[in-house]
């Protein structure tokens, strides 16, 4: 067994607009699966996936690929999520505040030091010896764990403002970033 665990944090493929808990477009399905092909070779011994069903649909096709099953686990789910309670314009208002603000809790949802404890919780569960994990989770909830595990600083600045791009992933080996939003393996 290893003695470390190396995670791909994989953003989920591009996601439906809308409120609620959207399912991927099409280019999102062909994200997954060029993401899948790209994992194939990393040897996964686990894939988890936030419960929301961008996520869920991005792990299966990663999952599928792999020959492993889907875990879901609550705790990789996204800081907030607009499920249409709000008017867009006050979910986007409260977004900016829990970045600006990182113990802001917000109307829907956690503050951004409560969702990385919760994302941090997990990895450090499933840490040390388990080889390769993917983790199919969400872009808000990954720079909440980077702020958190490397400082605001180091975190790059678009990721902060714009979010992490559809399928861009982010490798630990056990709680030590490797790399940053990788989008390498998209054409």
Request: aromatic residues 6%; proline residues 4%.
């Amino acid at each position: 067994m290893c003695s470390v665990t190396i995670f791909y944090l994989v953003q989920h493929a591009e996601k439906e607009t809308g409120p609620g808990d959207p399912g991927l477009t099409a280019l999102g399905r062909s994200q997954a699966a060029r993401t899948a092909q790209w994992l194939e070779g990393a040897g996964l011994s686990a894939v988890f996936s936030s419960p929301m069903r961008r996520a869920v649909q991005t792990a299966e096709s990663i999952a599928e690929a792999s020959g492993v099953a889907v875990e879901v686990d609550d705790r990789i789910r996204e800081r907030m999520n607009w499920d249409g309670s709000q008017s867009i314009e006050e979910f986007l208002a409260d977004w900016a505040t829990t970045v600006s603000d990182r113990d802001f809790v917000p109307a829907s949802g956690d503050s951004s030091h409560r969702a990385a404890q919760r994302f941090r919780s997990f990895l450090a569960e499933h840490a040390e010896g388990h080889g390769s994990v993917a983790v199919c989770t969400h872009g808000g909830v990954t720079v909440d764990l980077l702020r958190t595990l490397i400082g605001d600083r180091a975190v790059p600045s678009e990721l902060l403002y714009r979010g992490v791009p559809s399928c861009a992933i982010t490798t630990l080996h056990d709680l030590e970033v490797v790399s940053i939003a990788s989008t390498a393996h998209r054409p």
